[in-house]
């Protein structure tokens, strides 16, 4: 069986309970507080240098960090991985656009907000103001097509629903984006869905 | 034939430029600046809502835009992606790295010093500071096997290399790498390798 090592609020984290999840995969959880310094250990460092979660553990000894190499490398062969040429660059464009154009500002926003509670934090409304830019492109791309890749759902989606689902709590308001909050209904719809919390 | 739109002296489009180059594959460059806001036109908007470059035109209104998404898409079915599972995981393991860890801080600090041209730039010092923590982690891996897919070089080597060689024009010193430079040493040797400029 694999083990996880996350951390249950990361939207990183969350994206690997997701797709294994839906996968009816099963997997041991093990709980790593980045927050409390667990990702720094001399021990979590041999698993990866990188010192972060999510890191799947394949088998003893061999691990895989970062969260959407660790989804692509479940997905293949799966319904969750499109097996045109075309929608596999698709989702591939979109879950690079997630970790450079999205994360570091819809994420970092949360963090700020949620975890260091600290709404007054220099970086906040630029980190705010740079997601909402993320958005407004997703927004372009759903409102022509269902999914990221097109006409079915994959785990590009997972990737991008991850912060995006939880973006109100770096006081990100997806009020103005319908195309979102109507791809967000169909992520929840999907057969498998789990939530991030429970 | 496929056309990219590039930047000559940006390191996310040398990326296609070389991998191409190595497939022996033509190309029409389309030199697109977007320090001069050639990526914010209409234009390019509808290419590439992002607006960023490198965006690769597949076929006449068919783009395909993120670097690394377009390294992976060109490089099914040759040599360079792996066609192992787990040699496949390691190289987008990687890739997704460069974007995240490695990218945001080598690049950036040779944009501040390279473009700008200000080494009393506020964000500097961090941004070198965070491109040695990823350099650090990279040595760690070079010391280990030849690439970071394992024995052979593959598209996860071009995303690495191409900021990393001009790391210096950003005021990161590679001389503390000597795995780094071991590497990019076997990465110039490969056959068809071309350089960024020229």
Same mark, same amino acid.
């Given at each position: 069986? %694999?083990?996880v090592?996350?951390m249950? !609020?990361?939207?990183?984290?969350y994206? %690997?309970? $997701?797709?294994l999840?839906?996968l009816? +995969?099963?997997? !041991?959880?093990i709980?790593?507080?980045?927050?409390?310094?667990?990702?720094r250990?001399d !021990?979590f &460092?041999? /698993?990866?240098?990188?010192?972060?979660?999510?890191t &799947? !553990?394949i088998?003893?000894?061999?691990?895989?960090?970062?969260?959407? #190499?660790?989804?692509?490398y $479940? #997905?293949?062969?799966?319904?969750?991985?499109?097996?045109?040429?075309?929608?596999? =660059? *698709?989702?591939l464009?979109? /879950?690079? @656009?997630? +970790?450079?154009?999205?994360?570091?500002? %819809?994420?970092?926003?949360?963090?700020i907000? @949620?975890f $260091?509670?600290?709404?007054?934090?220099a970086? &906040? =409304?630029?980190?705010q *103001?740079r997601g909402h830019l993320?958005l407004?492109? /997703?927004?372009?791309? &759903?409102?022509?097509?269902?999914?990221f890749?097109?006409?079915?759902?994959?785990? =590009?989606?997972i990737? $991008?629903?991850?912060?995006?689902?939880?973006?109100?709590?770096?006081?990100?308001?997806l #009020?103005?984006y319908?195309a979102?909050?109507a791809?967000?209904a169909?992520?929840k719809?999907?057969?498998?869905?789990?939530?991030? *919390?429970?």
């Open positions: 069986m %694999v083990r090592f996350g249950a !609020e990361s939207g990183n984290c994206k %690997v309970k $997701l797709l999840s839906q009816g +995969q099963p997997f !041991e959880w709980e790593t507080d980045n927050t409390k310094g667990a990702t250990t !021990e &460092l041999r /698993m990866n240098p990188n010192g972060k979660v999510p &799947l !553990e088998s003893p000894g061999v691990y895989l960090p970062e969260s959407n #190499a660790i989804l692509c $479940l #997905a293949e062969g799966t319904p969750y991985w499109p097996s045109q040429k075309m929608q596999r =660059a *698709r989702a464009q979109w /879950m690079f @656009f997630e +970790q450079y154009s999205h994360e570091p500002y %819809v994420a970092v926003a949360r963090f907000l @949620f $260091l509670k600290q709404p007054q934090h970086e &906040l =409304a630029e980190k *103001r993320a407004a492109v /997703m927004e372009q791309q &759903l409102a022509q097509e269902p999914y890749a097109g006409e079915n759902y994959c785990i =590009a989606d990737a $991008l629903y991850a912060y995006t689902h939880v973006a109100g709590e770096g006081g990100i308001d #009020a103005g319908p979102i909050g791809w967000m169909r992520v719809s999907q057969p498998g869905h789990v939530p991030m *919390r429970g």
